[in-house]
């Protein structure tokens, strides 16, 4: 476009539209945002339809069209509940042992296992759902909202996005992790770095708000519940101690209110069984009673099963009565942690409250309580953790002086005899990291080591979670206690886990090296992939068509500023013609097909030459005025 | 395993001082983290801990000083640094991050740092001694302390233990201090083994005083 050649000396060109962007997203459970960061200052990119930040992490399946994503998934729950997928964070690497029924009623229908898998590891294998006739993962579902942020983010900024940083509950386990960056990249994001929530909120707060100490971050979302005791100093983050519980948050203040209900119900009708979708209604209602109850003292709700309809009443009180033991448990855990970071709440320089759920009055009361402050909630707790992620993806993608230190939030260790564990990497080490343990047979001649992989605190393997299993085989035959087997276990910045082992007295060097899986294989991976593939296509048709859009519009705006200036060098016939060519542009910009669009802004170009050439020289003309030669040099350096 | 890679280092650094550059083929040193012709980092080679944060061999260290070459190393390796940057560097500068996270832990800590410390004089030395009391005084010293932290119950009791430890921890670190700087290396490796059951003493009588407090 010639107009957009053409720049007032000092100003800067326009970027590029095809330039990528990276930017920063906060995949929660209840909701989700997508920020970007420039310049050090971000911003949470809202809907061009309503200037909403949130999008509620919502799916809906209907029929053939394309799934819907956020308020307008949610608006199908009332009419459509079976075609509704929401808190899908929950499930992430989960599987279906650890499903959270409401009255023995699951909120999803759940996919049998095609491999009928035996008890044992049928809890390891990540659950599917059944949602309007398909079969989906966890995975596929994230990675469908994680495509509508995108495309939000793209047309907010007029950029295609291809890179982003996510962020992950600090207390999210490998599995939960790897699920995550495997969902990004089917909706055909490169994860430039799994951040975790609190750190990435503490970024907000440190690079915005200066904030200069020891902080405690108490983070309690729609789903997880994390805190983390940092240290923050001239740009740099250091991560003292993390602790949480993947499965504790604003869902289960949901639950326990539902639940009241539902005995409620049970005390005037008898026992009842609830469908999943009379589950979902009644969690929906059992959520908008909590959030009344934020700043209202008491209110009446309905819940409907098979045909009927009870009303029930709940003040503020009693909400806080039935949520407190769980707000206790997050008291419990900070507690925990404050003594692992070997600090007490008088060495904090301040506690910042992030995530939805803290808007409820107790877990504020509870955690000024705790720490002996009133809580930091200056940026807003639902937007700071997507703000941080836009930060750091900026200094990733910029270059920055800040550095970012986190820590393994949960040990990991190695199965040994009698289902022990032996810790190979303690919680709260800092990343990355690589440890390795020596290991030796038990058998004379044994020629193969079985190597079970698991994360968690407690002694006995059943109690922590399984990540891999693997064998070792090719060491060379040796009396019991001649070999010495070498596992290394190392985690990257992105909290992901490589375990390899090597038999070492012999120089064989038979070496397995296993990312651990969560139940999803490569080959349904790559399946996965391309399928997404196919809907790229699709989707890259209409981002073409919002970049035209973009284009033509900045070249209208770019037409229009110099007309302004210079619009006296215009004859009448020449001004006709632009305007005409403008109309056109306009017209096709209304219009679902992109190359009507580039026809008429390529028109408009070839209608507005003669106006940029005299531009041209009248902008020469206007440089050389009262300007002396020695001036002249200097002149003409300025880029332009 | 860096400990037993720390060894097998200084022996290749005494053979050779120059080598290839991975990237541009020039030559650089071998100590050199990054290319002083193309400016590409370097891999990450073996070396000990104190060298590896540019901190002189020698047991009393100050903290501030461990955080600022620590950190001061991590702003230039840290993978955050070469996110966009092609997969080998991506590979070293994990390499190199892991490695400072490791010196950086074994140096925190006085008793890990003496262990380590001990093994850069003596590269062939292994630190199995410690799994076993040949020191009689050492014996008598630990078995009194655990009978007085198995038979206490109130916080006071606790603490009590906690400040013996503390003492004898400190006693210890000063013994350490000086066998060091005498180059007494038999003293220093029973200091290090009589700090490595204080610690563990120490450790198990916080763990007592955090559940009491519960």
Same mark, same amino acid.
């Given at each position: 476009?010639?107009?957009?050649?053409?720049?007032?000396?000092?100003?800067?060109?326009?970027?590029?539209?095809?330039?990528?962007?990276?930017?920063?997203?906060?995949?929660?459970?209840?909701?989700?945002?997508?920020?970007?960061? &420039? !310049?050090?200052?971000?911003?949470?990119?809202? &809907?061009?339809?309503?200037?909403?930040?949130?999008?509620?992490?919502?799916?809906?399946?209907?029929?053939? $069209?394309?799934?819907?994503?956020?308020?307008? $998934?949610?608006?199908?729950?009332?009419?459509?509940?079976?075609?509704?997928?929401?808190?899908?964070?929950?499930?992430?690497?989960?599987?279906?042992?650890?499903?959270?029924?409401?009255?023995?009623?699951?909120?999803? !229908?759940?996919?049998?296992?095609?491999?009928?898998?035996?008890?044992?590891?049928?809890?390891?294998?990540?659950?599917?759902?059944?949602?309007?006739?398909?079969?989906?993962?966890?995975?596929?579902?994230?990675?469908?909202?994680?495509?509508?942020?995108?495309?939000?983010?793209?047309?907010?900024?007029?950029?295609?996005?291809? /890179?982003?940083?996510?962020?992950?509950?600090?207390?999210?386990?490998?599995?939960?992790?790897? $699920?995550?960056?495997?969902?990004? /990249?089917?909706?055909?994001?490169?994860?430039?770095?799994?951040?975790?929530?609190?750190?990435?909120?503490?970024?907000?707060?440190?690079?915005?708000?200066?904030?200069?100490?020891?902080? $405690?971050?108490?983070?309690?979302?729609?789903?997880?519940?994390?805190?983390?005791?940092?240290?923050?100093?001239?740009?740099?983050?250091?991560?003292?101690?993390?602790?949480?519980?993947?499965?504790?948050?604003?869902?289960?203040?949901?639950?326990?209110?539902?639940?009241?209900?539902?005995?409620?119900?049970?005390?005037?009708?008898?026992?009842?069984?609830? &469908?999943?979708?009379?589950?979902?209604?009644?969690?929906?209602?059992?959520?908008?009673?909590?959030?009344?109850?934020?700043?209202?003292?008491?209110?009446e709700w309905h819940v409907e099963v098979g045909g009927v309809t009870t009303q029930h009443v709940l003040s503020q009180s009693e909400l806080e009565a039935a949520i407190a033991p769980l707000v206790e448990r997050t008291m419990e855990i900070c507690r925990a942690t404050l003594a692992d970071a070997d600090v007490t709440a008088k060495d904090l320089a301040g506690v910042v409250l992030v995530g939805g759920s803290t808007r409820v009055p107790l877990v504020r009361s509870q955690v000024a309580a705790l720490f002996q402050c009133e809580p930091l909630s200056d940026i807003n707790p639902e937007e700071v953790v997507a703000l941080g992620a836009a930060l750091q993806a900026e200094a990733l993608t910029q270059g920055s002086d800040m550095l970012l230190l986190d820590v393994t939030p949960l040990s990991l260790g190695i199965e040994t005899m009698g289902g022990l564990i032996e810790k190979v990497v303690p919680r709260n080490t800092a990343i990355p990291v690589a440890r390795g343990q020596e290991f030796t047979t038990y058998q004379d001649g044994q020629t193969a080591m079985a190597i079970h992989v698991v994360q968690g605190e407690r002694e006995m393997v059943d109690q922590n979670r399984s990540l891999a299993r693997f064998e070792l085989t090719g060491i060379p035959p040796m009396v019991a206690g001649a070999a010495r087997i070498l596992v290394t276990y190392s985690v990257d910045a992105d909290g992901l886990l490589t375990v390899s082992a090597r038999e070492e007295t012999t120089g064989t060097e038979q070496e397995v090296s296993v990312k651990p899986s969560y139940g999803i294989d490569e080959d349904e991976l790559a399946t996965m992939l391309r399928d997404s593939m196919v809907h790229a296509r699709e989707d890259m048709t209409e981002r073409l068509l919002v970049e035209a859009r973009v284009e033509a519009e900045r070249a209208l705006l770019a037409l229009d500023s110099a007309l302004a200036v210079d619009g006296d060098l215009l004859e009448k016939k020449e001004r006709d013609n632009i305007e005409t060519g403008v109309a056109v542009v306009r017209q096709a910009m209304q219009g679902d097909d992109r190359d009507p669009i580039n026809e008429a802004v390529e028109a408009l170009d070839e209608a507005v030459h003669h106006f940029a050439e005299q531009r041209m020289d009248r902008g020469i003309r206007d440089a050389l005025t009262g300007v002396t030669v020695d001036q002249l040099d200097e002149n003409m350096k300025e880029p332009t | 395993m860096n400990d037993s890679q720390s060894s097998d280092g200084s022996a290749s650094a005494r053979e050779a001082t120059e080598t290839a550059c991975w990237s541009c083929d020039g030559t650089v040193d071998v100590r050199a983290l990054f290319c002083h012709t193309c400016g590409k980092i370097q891999p990450c080679r073996p070396t000990d801990h104190f060298t590896r944060l540019g901190l002189k061999p020698q047991f009393e260290l100050d903290p501030d000083e461990l955080e600022r070459q620590y950190i001061g190393f991590q702003r230039r390796f840290h993978p955050d640094r070469f996110a966009t940057a092609p997969a080998t560097e991506k590979t070293h500068s994990l390499q190199h991050a892991t490695a400072l996270n490791e010196a950086y832990a074994v140096l925190g800590s006085s008793q890990s740092r003496a262990l380590h410390l001990l093994e850069v004089h003596n590269p062939e030395l292994k630190n199995d001694a410690s799994t076993t009391i040949d020191d009689p005084e050492l014996l008598i010293l630990v078995m009194e302390m655990r009978e007085a932290l198995a038979s206490a119950e109130t916080a006071g009791q606790i603490a009590e233990v906690i400040d013996a430890a503390t003492e004898a921890i400190e006693e210890c670190q000063s013994g350490l201090t000086k066998a060091f700087a005498a180059d007494e290396l038999d003293l220093a490796q029973s200091l290090a083994a009589r700090l490595s059951y204080l610690d563990k003493i120490s450790d198990e009588a916080r763990l007592k005083a955090r559940s009491h407090l519960n």
């Open positions: 476009m010639t107009l957009l050649d053409i720049h007032e000396p000092g100003e800067t060109p326009v970027p590029h539209a095809r330039d990528d962007v990276a930017v920063g997203i906060d995949l929660g459970t209840t909701n989700s945002l997508v920020a970007y960061s &420039s !310049q050090t200052s971000p911003e949470v990119l809202r &809907s061009g339809r309503d200037g909403a930040s949130l999008v509620p992490s919502v799916v809906a399946y209907l029929d053939d $069209a394309r799934p819907l994503v956020g308020v307008d $998934a949610r608006n199908q729950l009332l009419e459509n509940p079976d075609r509704v997928v929401s808190s899908i964070k929950r499930l992430m690497g989960r599987g279906a042992g650890d499903l959270k029924t409401l009255a023995g009623t699951l909120p999803y !229908q759940i996919a049998e296992d095609p491999d009928g898998g035996d008890g044992a590891n049928k809890s390891d294998r990540m659950v599917r759902l059944k949602v309007a006739g398909r079969t989906l993962t966890p995975v596929e579902i994230s990675a469908t909202i994680l495509d509508h942020l995108r495309e939000r983010a793209e047309q907010a900024l007029g950029k295609v996005v291809t /890179r982003a940083v996510v962020t992950v509950p600090a207390y999210f386990d490998d599995a939960a992790r790897t $699920a995550t960056r495997d969902a990004a /990249r089917i909706a055909g994001l490169e994860v430039l770095r799994l951040v975790n929530e609190p750190t990435a909120a503490a970024l907000a707060y440190g690079l915005d708000k200066k904030a200069e100490g020891t902080y $405690a971050v108490y983070d309690l979302g729609g789903g997880t519940f994390d805190i983390s005791i940092l240290r923050m100093h001239m740009g740099v983050f250091q991560v003292v101690a993390t602790g949480g519980d993947a499965a504790l948050g604003g869902d289960d203040f949901d639950h326990v209110i539902a639940e009241k209900f539902l005995a409620e119900r049970k005390l005037k009708h008898g026992a009842e069984s609830l &469908s999943s979708e009379e589950v979902k209604l009644a969690l929906a209602t059992a959520r908008l009673a909590k959030e009344c109850l934020t700043d209202q003292d008491s209110g | -």
